[in-house]
């Protein structure tokens, strides 16, 4: 069944007139947005990861405040938020547009903020090999805030940390004192 398909039933699942004036368009602009939400099914994540020469820099890298828009998997409502990506060089470096690029293309598949975390640090200490990455995740859940517990203040909060952000507590709060 094709996506346009599939909503005009649930339109009707739900008491709609699918061939109502206001629904006429509806299944077409959803299935149009699918592509645009889930785009990143499409894209190879490690491909956006070119590499440089890091020309001696060893120093952290971060890249804070990147919004993200993903869709819940187990409700199919938007969470967002935003990420923060850092990774400390050994001998490689990437753009820094690289970074937002990487949390795009993970999160424009339908995800769970924990498995968003992680695949964004995993990817880039097996593209980079860098001596560590550290990645933070804050997101307001629209299954949280509007169905359910209905608690529409609440933000979760998720890391990983990789390397030497792993071993090294001292870098761990070098890196959020820089985020927050």
């Known amino acids: 069944m094709k996506t346009e398909e ?3 039933e649930m339109l009707k699942n739900i008491g709609e007139d699918p061939s ?12 149009k947005m699918h592509k645009e939400i ?6 190879d994540a490690a491909a ?7 020309e001696g820099a060893t120093d952290m890298v971060l890249v804070k ?5 993903s869709t819940c998997e187990h409700h199919m ?13 050994d001998g490689k470096i990437t753009g820094l547009s690289k970074l937002p690029r990487l949390v795009e293309i ?9 498995r968003l975390t992680l695949q964004v640090a995993e990817t880039l200490m097996k593209e980079l090999k860098p001596r560590g990455v550290a990645v933070m995740l804050t997101g307001k859940h629209l299954c949280m805030h509007s169905r359910g517990v209905k608690n529409p203040t609440s ?12 071993t090294n507590a001292d870098l761990r709060k070098e890196f959020l004192l820089q985020v927050r």
Request: glycine share 8%.
């Open 6 to 8: 599939a909503v005009v």
């Open 65 to 69: 405040d990147i919004e993200y828009y």
């Open 77 to 89: 409502v938007p969470f967002m938020g935003r990420a923060h990506v850092a990774y400390l060089p």
């Open 38 to 43: 889930f785009a990143g099914y499409g894209e």
């Open 48 to 54: 956006v990861l070119k590499t440089f020469d890091a």
């Open 20 to 31: 109502r004036e206001g629904l006429l368009e509806t299944p077409k602009r959803i299935a």
């Open 106 to 114: 993970f999160s424009k598949r339908l995800q769970n903020q924990e």
């Open 155 to 166: 933000e979760a909060v998720t890391t990983s940390w990789k390397g030497e952000f792993e």
